[in-house]
């Protein structure tokens, strides 16, 4: 696959700083932007420890607190002319539930529509969690299910809303645009800082159990380089799977746990 250029939105992230080597050492060319200038030397140290031959690394200072309008969000693209973007970003539940809003909802929907609008991004992939969803999967139990919508009705529920939000115009933007436009949503469960493993790609069983950040980190690279990757969401645990069998399979077989919702 040809070297592509990569703008990580919510760059100073403990998943995106796993990721960001990862498309580095692709020789992507990777632009992280970060809200704080205090953090530019941390992603910078990110591709200086990189020994090996690896793609240019560049670092926008941006707030999205002030990104309000899609025409906004469209000029941060047009200024760094990517072909793939990764949302990784989030208020972190600071702020309250305004900001939870303003980032995890209007700022992200801004720029997967402003994504969608310029023609040379072909790729999106955002992260998101596994219980962002309005209806039970066929393949969760009744109590997973209870479990998942009760997290979401009450600790989570600004997040809940905000992040479906998003994800519901990710999947349906790229289902209009087709494969011009690719909505990759990646829905991991509890993240844990435990090291790569293997994981549950696709369908979880359930909707309980953690997963690394940094194996989301893997999987996303994965996703990102995997030829015939498609419109889906894709939820993912901790598991018994290679991570490159895992993408070769959800990618292959067209997995898509958006499956049951109004959406798919």
Known sequence: MAPHHVLLLGGHGKIAQFLTPLLLRRSWAVTSIIRNPDQVSAIEKLGNEIESEKGPLNVLVRSLDDVKSEAQAKDIIDEVKPDYIVWSAGAGGKGGAARTYAIDRDAAIHFIRAAAATPSVARFLMVSYLSSRRTQPAWWSAADW???????????????????????????????????FVGINLRPGTLSLEPAGRVELGKTKG??????????????DELLASEGVRNAWLDLLDGEEEIGEAVGRVVREGVDAAEGEAIF
């Open 146 to 180: 209870a479990a998942s919508a009760k997290t979401n009705q009450t600790v989570l529920a600004n997040y809940y809303e905000a992040k479906l939000a998003a994800d519901e115009v990710l999947y349906e933007v790229s289902k209009q645009r087709g494969p011009a």
């Open 207 to 220: 909707s309980g159990g953690e997963v690394s950040r940094e194996s989301v980190a893997r999987v996303a």
